[in-house]
């Protein structure tokens, strides 16, 4: 293991300051599912699910509530995406002027 490591070091040399050429800075990362809301996402999963199989919905739902804290924590989530909705909305309509 120690030839190796010298052998890189003759080849590479011993700049150990490679680490200085990443970031952790993540703010200046973009990816595509950066764009993807998750509150969105459940919001229109969910109303997909209602429209395709109102059954399966119902069903769902019922799971979801059947704990006091299970339905507050649901309805806060379909709140949440609608705000969430309405933000991304404004701001692609400020970006379009």
Do not use: N, Y
């Not at 699910?49 to 059954?55: K, L, M, V, Y």
Request: aromatic share 4%; net charge negative.
């Amino acid at each position: 293991m120690k030839k190796l490591s010298r052998k890189a070091k003759e080849l590479f040399g011993d700049d150990d300051d490679s680490a200085s050429d990443f970031t952790d800075d993540e703010s200046d990362m973009q990816t595509a599912i950066d764009a993807i809301d998750p509150f969105i996402l459940l919001a229109d999963t969910l109303a997909g699910i209602s429209a395709s199989s109102p059954e399966r919905h119902q069903r769902l739902i019922a799971a979801c509530t059947a704990d006091p804290s299970g339905a507050a924590a649901l309805e806060a989530l379909m709140r949440h995406a609608e705000v969430q909705r309405q933000e991304k909305a404004k701001a692609a309509a400020s970006i379009a002027e």
